[in-house]
């Protein structure tokens, strides 16, 4: 004898889940995701969103738009709800990401630079990056750093005494 296990009022687990967040796109919405996905111009998160909504626009289920997108269906659902919420274009992009404030500011990264183009202290052939770290601190221009910050940040100016186009003039 089979049992069948109920989940919830009237569903069996094999019954898909309803979707709860409706994607219905305008003519003009749908012609515009279209030439979206086709020129493959903008980002690969961004094409697989506009597949995504226009595969909801036809009526897919979730697993199915998964599948031939590629994606989990967590993914699908996201973007079903942030197309309900906030719009195409909102399910489109990404949201803004705040990151950590950097540490050194303009200001200070020309005092860095100035420090590591000056000679180093006591008997020292050189400076280390927790030196300058050390006198970055003790100078207060900053309340903390670590050497590694120093390091990058040394990088990125592309300052080094030791090559030998370490100036502005071309040679």
Known sequence: METSVLVGPGRSPAMPKPKTHEVRLSD???????GFTTTGIAAAREIRRARIL???????LDA???????????????????CAAEGVEAA???????????????????????????D??????????QLLADRLVALDVVDRISDETVRRTLKKTTSSRGSARSGASPS
């Open 54 to 60: 226009l595969l909801a626009d036809e009526g897919r």
């Open 120 to 129: 180093p202290p006591g008997e020292r052939e050189t400076w280390t990056m």
């Open 28 to 34: 003009d919405e749908r012609m515009r995701l279209v």
């Open 64 to 82: 199915g738009i998964a599948a031939a997108v590629g994606c989990c269906v967590a993914t699908v659902e996201r973007v079903r709800k942030r």
């Open 92 to 118: 489109l992009v990404d949201r803004p990401r705040p990151g950590a404030a950097p540490l050194l500011d303009g200001k200070a990264e020309a005092v860095l630079v100035a420090l590591a183009c000056a």
